[in-house]
């Protein structure tokens, strides 16, 4: 079976750009969390979406905002980017209580 | 808030020996679940070991091990006879049980370095 698979693994924006993070959960899963993980900090919630519905978000901006689809693929959205939005963008689904993550997309910021 | 505290930035163990690594976390639920994860370069989180708060049998992994103080709310884990491919980021992270919810939140550690040398 296939793990989680995120797109793109790399990514450069400039301040002020918009970006997009795609996210397939594990074949089963109805659940794909998002986390943002600065460089040499632990992984921070942003959001956690549950049969195509929010059902958490973290401390961070309106500038951020997710959706999930009917096949519970996973869109995360950055606006009016930030050098501070630089960081690696990890996708998790779950079933239960386990969650497997995605090797995440690492974007930086110009 | 739940807050998780790992004191160990960085930590080194010679290959085939043992080594420990702390975590502590507040919180006042009483049923969570705790979890080490492991991070290389090769940036994926992978789970290492999983535990449930109302257990009081200690989680074992092949090689991996908990000590699990729920009281002083501790959880630290061990690595039996390191191996090179231990080498990574070691994340300690916790989970509030919401039975019949569905908002799974992880809350990690700032994690330690952990290098296994030759």
């Known amino acids: 079976d296939a793990g989680v698979t995120q797109s793109p693994t790399h990514l450069i924006k400039t301040r002020g750009q918009q970006v997009t993070l795609r996210c397939s959960p594990i074949?089963?899963?109805?659940?794909v969390s998002w986390y943002q993980q600065v460089l040499g900090q632990g992984p921070q919630f942003i959001f956690q979406?549950?049969?195509?519905?929010?059902?958490g978000r973290g401390n961070f901006p309106d500038r951020f905002s997710a959706r999930q689809f009917p096949n519970y693929s996973s869109e995360l959205n950055v606006n009016a980017l930030l050098l501070g939005d630089s960081a690696l963008y990890l996708c998790?689904?779950?079933?239960?209580?386990?969650?497997?993550f995605g090797s995440g997309t690492r974007l930086t910021v110009v | 808030a739940q807050t998780v505290t790992q004191s160990q930035p960085e930590m080194s163990v010679q290959e085939a020996e043992t080594v420990t690594l702390s975590c502590t976390y507040d919180?006042?639920?009483?049923?969570?679940?705790l979890f080490w994860y492991k991070q290389p370069p090769s940036r994926q989180m992978i789970l290492v070991i999983r535990?449930?708060?109302?257990?009081?049998q200690n989680a074992t992994e092949n090689r991996f091990s908990v000590n699990f103080q729920k009281a002083a709310k501790s959880f630290s884990l061990k690595i039996s006879d390191s191996q090179l491919g231990d080498t990574a980021m070691y994340f300690c992270?916790?989970?509030?049980?919401?039975?019949?919810?569905?908002?799974?939140?992880?809350?990690f550690g700032k994690g330690t370095l952990l290098t296994v040398n030759p």
């Open positions: 919180t006042s639920e009483s049923n969570y679940y």
């Open positions: 998790a689904s779950s079933f239960l209580h386990g969650y497997t």
């Open positions: 979406y549950y049969e195509k519905e929010e059902r």
């Open positions: 992270a916790f989970m509030k049980h919401e039975s019949g919810g569905s908002n799974y939140k992880l809350t």
């Open positions: 535990q449930e708060a109302y257990k009081q």
């Open positions: 074949s089963g899963h109805k659940s």
